[in-house]
């Protein structure tokens, strides 16, 4: 089917009846990688929201934009060819903060989109806040960048850095740092949440809440609803997904005013699951901190199964070698998830192929969970940091789906967080791994 069938196809669905969503299963369960959830004929999981089910995902044009702008070979056929009347949600989809790419992350909107999108699974990364409660933020220190806190008088005051304004006389930068620890969580809830930006030369709080990169967007974002960790739990659930909390590290000292320690905040973020009445099998805690994930495996053991060790570092000799993977695994680490530049290399040919941390990753029998795709502006000069150790292979948008290709089938990896999870989505269902790898 030509490419543009398949978007005229798409935009004739129509939502199913409402029905009820598949209740908790609470029981004890065994580990499953993500994507392996059934999808069975009549009766497929979908998305349950406001009593409404939506067993299709809704991928809008950006995934056949992608195919449109890949160079000619055997993949874009594949993809442009794909016989698909109704793309399902997968868990090969992670909607790495919502859907950042459009949509403020980490609010309401954005887990709403993700999971339209087909995301099978939602990120939120948890941050506390004065009081010790648990809320949706990629950074403690974020609210400057993430929000529209500096605009509030009396909560900008309460910022570790008030905002101030630039110089342009002098070139000097605008100045501000805001923690979710220097708010209570009913201060938090007050605040919008916005796209990810500042204005450097702002000479007023409004200026400095601009700054939007040109390939994101500002036109979801004058209503961005802030979601504590245990909304975000609720909201998830009755969007069918699961569930994959990070952990934050601190930028505060540790323990928080003397006696909130590590072990109480990472074992708080699983109480939340534990008292939502969540499964373990529908969590991936996550942390680059390995100390916390082996504290879930060792104090936690049933959400410990599946905690995620995420990791960024450069590459060395140690950290990339089979006997490193190994000794993860006998801690009881069972899936590391490495920024999307470890896992790949370019072979003599110049071709994009696993590299020697994957390899020596899979030979130790650990499962990788890939970050993060469309985090990245255009891909025109290379792709950035995330496409670091492939940039000669990358020159167009299109080459997201080549990056796609190998990690799926050749790195063979869990799933993939993107910050447009349809492109992920569109993916999995054309190649068949709505049910798995």
């Known amino acids: 089917m030509k490419l543009h069938t398949i978007a005229g196809a798409l935009c004739s669905l ?11 299963n609470h029981a004890n369960h065994q580990w499953t990688a993500p994507g392996q959830s059934q999808w069975q004929g009549n009766h497929d999981r979908g998305w349950h929201h406001g009593g409404r089910f ?6 809008g044009p950006r995934p056949f934009w992608l195919v449109n702008n890949m160079d000619e070979g055997p993949l874009k056929e594949k993809l442009e060819s794909c016989d698909i009347q109704s793309f399902k949600p997968t868990e090969f989809a992670i909607g790495h ?3 950042p790419m459009q949509f403020p992350e980490h609010t309401r909107e954005s887990y709403v989109a993700a999971a ?10 948890v941050a506390f806040t004065k009081d010790r409660e648990l809320v949706c933020r990629h950074a403690q220190n974020d609210l400057h960048t993430t929000t529209n806190i500096v605009t509030i008088p009396e909560l900008n005051a309460k910022c570790t850095q008030p905002f101030v304004p630039a110089d342009p006389a002098s070139g000097t930068p605008a100045q501000a740092e805001c923690r979710t620890s220097d708010i209570t969580l009913a201060e938090f809830k007050s605040l919008k949440g916005k796209m990810d930006a500042y ?3 702002a000479t007023t709080p409004e200026e400095y809440v601009g700054g939007t990169a040109d390939w994101r967007t500002d036109l979801y974002a004058s209503s ?3 979601l504590s960790h245990r909304e975000s739990i609720e909201l998830i659930k009755s969007l069918g997904a699961k569930f994959t909390p990070e952990l934050k590290s601190p930028v505060v000292a540790m323990p928080f005013e003397g006696d909130y320690t590590q072990q109480d905040y990472a074992r708080q973020m699983i109480q939340d699951y534990i008292d939502a009445g969540v499964s373990p099998s529908d969590v991936w805690p996550q942390s680059f901190n390995l100390e916390d994930v082996l504290f879930w495996v060792n104090e936690r053991p049933r959400f410990g199964q599946q905690a995620v060790f995420l990791d960024q570092a450069a590459h060395t000799p140690e950290n990339t070698s089979l006997a490193y993977m190994e000794s993860l695994k006998a801690q009881g680490v069972n899936i590391i998830a490495p920024a999307i ?3 790949l290399t370019l072979d003599s040919y110049g071709d994009i192929v696993p590299s020697e941390y994957a390899e020596n990753a899979g030979l130790a029998g650990l499962d990788m969970i890939a970050w993060s795709l469309e985090r990245s502006g255009p891909l025109a000069n290379g792709g950035g940091w995330y496409y670091q150790s492939v940039t000669d292979a990358i020159n167009n948008d299109g080459d997201m789906f080549k990056v796609v290709d190998v990690l799926a089938q050749d790195v063979g990896v869990m799933a993939i967080f993107a910050d447009w999870p349809a492109t992920v989505t569109y993916y999995a269902n054309c190649m068949g791994m709505v049910n798995g790898r």
């Not at 339209?116 to 990364?125: P, S, T």
């Open 14 to 24: 129509a939502l199913l009846s409402t029905a009820q969503a598949a209740p908790n």
């Open 199 to 201: 204005n450097p030369m």
């Open 97 to 99: 903060r919502g859907a």
């Open 341 to 343: 530049w470890k896992m």
């Open 54 to 59: 939506q067993a299709s995902a809704q991928l």
């Open 224 to 226: 961005g609803t802030v």
């Open 116 to 125: 339209k999108m087909g995301a099978g699974i939602i990120e939120c990364d």
